[in-house]
């Protein structure tokens, strides 16, 4: 046989694969990488990840238990388990059995397995996290996009979740609420959640609420949809939003009884997937979940400085002329340009995808394009997450302002400068 011989292979790709793109908040996070590498001033607003440190003492707990080596059982270690439900029912008056607690390696997986496990639509609103839906569409699930409004803060309303489920009453769905929101920074009323739990309980709709940010509801002020909807509820968290700690993949879901059965089959999923999450990590989230004066300290501080900065960049972005909601907590801006759209278009950019590219090739500034998150391409939004700023060092430096005051503008420029000169020449290539 010629060795030389050219040989190609079939190619067989999956169909629901084909033409995928890496996620968006990846892909703009490697390409700010490599400009910055090739040497370009980059301002990295494209993916959230929490500028600030893992706590000390979560991070002891890790050195602590860095020699902890075997499987753990697939739900997760009991210990953690029990610090999971406890932490639920103390801060978002969830009443949790550790059985029903399932961890995993990051709340992203867990919802791949979800959308894997159950058999349903897809329901998401519009705009809403890059990957739900195309984790949908490599399951081959049927997606159905929910539009929101600027009007009623980017939220889902309970009119359009009921006009949507009686096209087909009796169809299965899978709706998943993220507040507050990724990609706009706002969140819900008690009042809003539970008129939405009145509509997913009339036509018996699963229910997965993505609350990965409550814990940086800028007030301290989160409330949860599971209490309104508890037999149908599935609550969706983990360390890397709260904890800063991204990279550690672990997240959490948190299951009421009457969905018992479907914890049981994600786990059997589990168990021929990613067998068990790293055991050290285990162990060291069983402290991050437990708390105390350490933890809430950080956090408030977390909190002052990003409610700060975030009414500070959405100020400067609305006195320059976008339309934008102001953030309830996260650590994102969902700026609408249309004001500019003649501007711009004058320049060759007609959608959201061009907008968000000239102005990395202009500016050296990475933001995401709100088509993206699944708004109409011509559509001139767009997602900031202002997280590029040294968060260990601003966390130092609140500490010397008195009280509840939060940090004024010398000290954002002097410890979350990136994000203010970021947001500076947005405006000025807006409007120049």
Request: charged letters at 25%; glycine letters at 8%.
């Given at each position: 046989?010629?060795?030389?011989?050219?040989?190609?292979?079939?190619?067989?790709?999956?169909?629901?694969?084909?033409?995928?793109?890496?996620?968006?908040?990846?892909?703009?996070?490697?390409?700010?990488?490599?400009?910055?590498?090739?040497?370009?001033?980059?301002?990295?607003?494209?993916?959230?990840?929490?500028?600030?440190?893992?706590?000390?003492?979560?991070?002891?707990?890790?050195?602590?238990?860095?020699?902890?080596?075997?499987?753990?059982?697939?739900?997760?270690?009991?210990?953690?388990?029990?610090?999971?439900?406890?932490?639920?029912?103390?801060?978002?008056?969830?009443?949790?059995?550790?059985?029903?607690?399932?961890?995993?390696?990051?709340?992203?997986?867990?919802?791949?397995?979800?959308?894997?496990?159950?058999?349903?639509?897809?329901?998401?609103?519009?705009?809403?996290?890059?990957?739900?839906?195309?984790?949908?569409?490599?399951?081959?699930?049927?997606?159905?996009?929910?539009?929101?409004?600027?009007?009623?803060?980017?939220?889902?309303?309970?009119?359009?979740?009921?006009?949507?489920?009686?096209?087909?009453?009796?169809?299965?769905?899978?709706?998943?609420?993220?507040y507050p929101l990724n990609?706009?920074?706002?969140?819900?009323?008690?009042?809003?959640?539970?008129?939405?739990?009145?509509?997913?309980?009339?036509?018996?709709?699963?229910?997965?609420?993505?609350?990965?940010?409550?814990?940086?509801?800028?007030?301290?002020?989160?409330?949860?949809?599971?209490?309104?909807?508890?037999?149908?509820?599935?609550?969706?968290?983990?360390?890397?939003?709260?904890?800063?700690?991204?990279?550690?993949?672990?997240?959490?879901?948190?299951?009421?009884?009457?969905?018992?059965?479907?914890?049981?089959?994600?786990?059997?999923?589990?168990?021929?997937?990613?067998?068990?999450?790293?055991?050290?990590?285990?162990?060291?989230?069983?402290?991050?979940?437990?708390?105390?004066?350490?933890?809430?300290?950080?956090?408030?501080?977390?909190?002052?400085?990003?409610?700060?900065?975030?009414?500070?960049?959405?100020?400067?972005?609305?006195?320059?002329?976008?339309?934008?909601?102001?953030?309830?907590?996260?650590?994102?801006?969902?700026?609408?340009?249309?004001?500019?759209?003649?501007?711009?278009?004058?320049?060759?950019?007609?959608?959201?995808?061009?907008?968000?590219?000239?102005?990395?090739?202009?500016?050296?500034?990475?933001?995401?394009?709100?088509?993206?998150?699944?708004?109409?391409?011509?559509?001139?939004?767009?997602?900031?997450?202002?997280?590029?700023?040294?968060?260990?060092?601003?966390?130092?430096?609140?500490?010397?302002?008195?009280?509840?005051?939060?940090?004024?503008?010398?000290?954002?420029?002097?410890?979350?400068?990136?994000?203010?000169?970021?947001?500076d020449r947005i405006?000025?290539?807006?409007?120049?």
């Open positions: 046989m010629d060795k030389h011989r050219d040989h190609v292979l079939n190619v067989h790709l999956n169909p629901n694969v084909s033409g995928l793109k890496p996620s968006a908040t990846v892909a703009t996070n490697d390409l700010s990488n490599e400009l910055k590498r090739q040497g370009r001033d980059i301002f990295k607003m494209g993916l959230g990840q929490s500028p600030f440190p893992v706590p000390k003492c979560v991070t002891e707990a890790l050195c602590e238990n860095a020699y902890q080596k075997d499987y753990l059982p697939v739900k997760g270690l009991r210990e953690l388990q029990e610090a999971v439900a406890e932490h639920h029912r103390r801060n978002f008056g969830i009443d949790a059995d550790p059985d029903d607690v399932l961890i995993g390696p990051g709340s992203k997986e867990l919802m791949f397995v979800l959308q894997l496990t159950y058999f349903g639509d897809l329901v998401i609103p519009s705009p809403s996290w890059v990957s739900y839906a195309p984790q949908a569409k490599i399951i081959g699930r049927h997606i159905q996009f929910l539009p929101t409004q600027f009007e009623n803060d980017w939220h889902l309303t309970p009119e359009d979740l009921e006009e949507s489920c009686t096209m087909d009453p009796g169809r299965p769905r899978l709706l998943i609420l993220n990609p706009t920074g706002t969140t819900m009323s008690k009042e809003h959640l539970k008129e939405l739990a009145e509509v997913a309980d009339k036509y018996r709709v699963v229910l997965l609420s993505d609350e990965i940010y409550g814990k940086i509801h800028h007030d301290g002020e989160h409330h949860s949809i599971v209490p309104f909807y508890p037999e149908g509820t599935i609550f969706s968290g983990g360390l890397s939003k709260w904890c800063g700690a991204g990279g550690w993949r672990l997240g959490v879901f948190v299951f009421p009884r009457s969905l018992r059965w479907l914890l049981k089959a994600m786990a059997a999923v589990g168990t021929e997937t990613f067998t068990s999450t790293s055991a050290p990590i285990q162990y060291a989230a069983v402290r991050a979940f437990q708390e105390g004066p350490e933890i809430e300290d950080y956090l408030k501080k977390s909190r002052r400085v990003l409610k700060a900065l975030g009414n500070a960049a959405a100020r400067k972005l609305e006195e320059a002329g976008a339309r934008i909601r102001y953030p309830h907590g996260g650590f994102y801006l969902f700026p609408d340009f249309s004001a500019f759209k003649e501007k711009l278009q004058a320049r060759g950019i007609k959608t959201s995808v061009d907008m968000s590219r000239r102005l990395l090739e202009d500016t050296g500034v990475a933001f995401l394009p709100g088509s993206d998150f699944g708004r109409p391409p011509e559509e001139l939004t767009a997602r900031l997450a202002y997280v590029d700023f040294n968060g260990r060092a601003a966390l130092e430096a609140v500490e010397g302002i008195p009280g509840d005051q939060l940090p004024d503008e010398n000290f954002l420029k002097t410890h979350c400068g990136n994000v203010i000169e970021a947001i405006n000025e290539w807006m409007t120049g």
